[in-house]
């Protein structure tokens, strides 16, 4: 069965960095966008970034453009996001998310999701 | 960028029919049959329950059925039962310089 397992969470001062990763299983990981999604204590759900089946292409939110960067490693059925100069705001529950290969709205349609993992950015 | 609009709450009584809007414009609902319907549980990932506006992934009851009109989705959900109790969250391909998503702001589904 389909499995993402992200990993990398902690607490971190601001303007400090950190990287998180996604671990993917049960299914063909390089036919897949995959999609980072966070979501602040008691808040909504923000889309974060996506990046195409082959990591030629990717995008970013404006509220982190700049700051964090979408990445993946089709060798080790691995997503990863590195989030740089992170500010309070960041503070939230981030998934890893796959994009649907069902109907029309492909990427943005996210079908599996994983458990997150809690980013608290504090001094 | 904005969210969504959403009702914070909506609710019903078993065996009755909700139905919960989800406001955009035409960079996004309107402009895309892109909308998609997300259940979240307290402590849980949320679940996708509609795509392509109207169309459920396997798995997902028949209960639960999606519409749009203009720049407005919506979510319906017959039958209502307790387990339907939850956090529903649209979602629309935005255009922009580059592609986005955006989710709806959520409404929690109260079953009395």
């Known amino acids: 069965q389909v499995q993402l397992v992200e990993s990398g969470g902690g607490v971190v001062q601001p303007e400090r960095s950190l990287r998180l990763s996604c671990a993917a299983s049960?299914?063909?990981?390089?036919?897949?966008?995959m999609n980072w999604v966070r979501q602040a204590p008691g808040k909504g759900l923000e889309w974060v970034a996506v990046?195409?089946?082959?990591?030629?292409?990717?995008y970013h939110a404006d509220s982190v453009k700049g700051r964090f960067t979408i990445s993946r490693d089709n060798s080790k059925n691995t997503l990863y996001l590195q989030m740089n100069s992170l500010r309070a705001e960041d503070t939230a529950l981030y998934y890893c998310?796959?994009?649907?290969?069902?109907?029309?709205?492909?990427?943005?349609?996210?079908?599996?999701w994983g458990q997150g993992t809690l980013v608290t950015v504090s001094s | 960028q904005s969210a969504l609009t959403q009702p914070a709450s909506v609710s019903g009584s078993p065996g009755q029919s909700i139905t919960i809007s989800c406001t955009g414009t035409?960079?996004?609902?309107?402009?895309?049959?892109?909308v998609s319907w997300y259940q979240q549980h307290p402590g849980k990932a949320p679940k996708l329950m509609i795509y392509?506006?109207?169309n459920r992934p396997p798995g997902v009851s028949n209960r639960f059925s999606g519409s749009k009109s203009g720049n407005t989705a919506s979510l319906t959900i017959s039958g209502l039962q307790a387990e339907d109790e939850a956090d529903y969250y649209c979602?629309?391909?935005?255009?922009?310089?580059?592609?986005?998503?955006?989710f709806g702001g959520g409404t929690k589904l109260t079953v009395l």
């Open positions: 049960g299914f063909s990981f390089n036919d897949y966008a």
């Open positions: 979602s629309s391909k935005r255009s922009s310089t580059t592609p986005h998503v955006v």
């Open positions: 998310a796959r994009g649907s290969d069902q109907g029309s709205s492909g990427w943005t349609a996210l079908d599996y």
């Open positions: 990046i195409s089946y082959d990591g030629t292409n990717n």
């Open positions: 392509d506006v109207s």
């Open positions: 035409s960079s996004d609902v309107g402009g895309y049959n892109y």
